[in-house]
């Protein structure tokens, strides 16, 4: 339980009410005795004992160690020691020292308990180390309070001491005795109130705590409902977009082959009868188209994963496009390649390849290129690709779908891509590309 500064208060004012009484009390044991021995008195006053009490000089010193030890441990314990084992040691020491100041002041305050219950009950610990600390204290003040004298123990009732003392004194002793008893009981009672209440309120912000989490775990679930609904919006859009993508390539290479065959099927109906010679040419070249045609679907098909990448590293499927490009183009590269402690996801190195792949088709296929640079070089967390050539260069080039591709492509990694018609390699006419590829995972 959580102590409050009303239980604080309360319980430190118990504590020191009954440490002044207790000194009060083994003052008072300790100048009868001394006015009993003046008088001359001891006799009658130790017949009328059951047992023998302690050195009068004995209990003075014995009641202010033992009272001060125990104030000090209720002020400053609870923030030495917390916890199950802490409890436990916490409970011996003050259990102890209340039961030794009870057996020098001769079992007189017994409200002393009282305050070690009080201090017990916002202790932080189990319940169930809690109960058993409480019928243990319970037991001994049980004891203390039973008019059973124990083997062993100085119980002396305190009115042996007042006979020595004319009766007003008497009363205002036994008066002022039963305030602190009383002021004590009424002080637990006050105590174990508050520490209820306190209880409750702790119970209701749990609960209202309880209520809140349920609530924002709700909450959550309807969050995370409406990220899949998101997810699987976006995916079928990634699909869509995907399906238009091929559908567009598909359109792009086979509509512009059929386009091509169907003309020289008309031109072939038109001429058979007049000139052999000139339908033959037509049919070599519908045969030149269907070809090409053929290139096209296939390059197409193999667009979701090249097959270069499957078994090759990044760097070794790009030397490997421009080792088949300088066999059977005749093209010569000049190739920059630092690619090393990079690791590439899937879309990564497809992005990469693509663009090299597209970058170097067009130089030789529409720039009539016969020497290309292709630089890959990594800096700042990202694969920076420059691809030039010597071809005729396009001032005012068109984006045609392998540029839109390529921007595309890396668009979807948060990259980017630029084309220069005007400058091409070493700074003279021809074609240029730049991309920059961010990257996941480094060195």
Not at 268 to 290: M, N, P, W
Not at 325 to 340: N, P
Not at 359 to 368: A, F, L, P
Request: glycine letters at 8%; proline letters at 2%; hydrophobic letters at 40%.
């Amino acid at each position: 339980m959580k102590d409050s500064q009303e239980l604080r208060r309360i319980r430190l004012f118990m504590a020191n009410v009954n440490y002044l009484w207790t000194l009060f009390y083994a003052l008072f044991v300790y100048m009868t005795i001394l006015r009993v021995i003046r008088e001359e008195q001891a006799s009658s006053f130790l017949n009328g004992l059951n047992t023998m009490p302690r050195s009068p000089h004995q209990m003075l010193i014995l009641s202010i160690v033992l009272s001060t030890a125990l104030l000090l441990i209720l002020i400053f314990g609870h923030r030495i020691l917390q916890g199950n084992a802490g409890f436990a040691v916490y409970a011996a020491i003050e259990l102890a020292l209340a039961l030794f100041i009870l057996s020098v002041d001769n079992y007189d305050n017994t409200g002393i308990l009282l305050i070690i219950a009080a201090d017990w009950i916002v202790f932080d610990c189990d319940t169930e180390d809690k109960v058993i600390g409480m019928i243990v204290l319970l037991t001994c003040y049980v004891l203390a309070r039973s008019p059973i004298s124990i083997p062993g123990f100085v119980k002396i009732d305190s009115r042996e001491y007042l006979q020595f003392y004319e009766r007003g004194f008497q009363g205002v002793l036994m008066l002022l005795r039963s305030i602190i008893l009383s002021g004590t009981t009424m002080g637990f009672i006050l105590y174990l109130v508050l520490a209820m209440r306190l209880a409750e309120k702790e119970n209701e912000r749990v609960r209202q705590l309880n209520i809140r989490l349920d609530t924002a775990n709700e909450e959550l679930r309807t969050a995370n409902e409406k990220l899949e609904e998101y997810s699987r919006t976006v995916e079928k859009m990634s699909q869509t977009r995907e399906r238009n993508r091929l559908a567009r390539e598909i359109h792009d290479t086979l509509g512009h082959t059929l386009t091509g065959l169907i003309s020289c099927m008309d031109a072939c109906l038109t001429l058979i009868d007049d000139s052999k010679e000139d339908t033959k040419k037509i049919l070599y070249k519908a045969r030149d188209v269907a070809r090409q045609g053929m290139v096209d679907v296939r390059r197409s098909v193999s667009a979701l994963r090249p097959d270069a990448l499957e078994s090759l590293s990044l760097e070794e499927a790009v030397q490997r496009i421009m080792r088949e490009m300088s066999e059977t183009g005749g093209v010569r590269f000049f190739c920059e390649i630092d690619l090393e402690g990079l690791r590439f996801d899937d879309d990564e190195e497809d992005t990469i390849y693509r663009i090299v792949q597209e970058s170097i088709t067009n130089s030789v296929s529409h720039g009539k290129a016969t020497e290309i640079y292709v630089g890959l070089k990594k800096a700042y967390g990202a694969v920076h690709i420059r691809i030039c050539d010597n071809g005729t260069g396009c001032p005012d080039y068109k984006k045609g779908f392998g540029l839109v591709h390529m921007q595309e492509r890396a668009r979807l990694l948060g990259g980017s891509v630029c084309f220069d018609g005007n400058t091409g390699l070493d700074g003279g006419k021809g074609f240029a590309v730049h991309a920059e590829i961010p990257i996941r995972w480094g060195k």
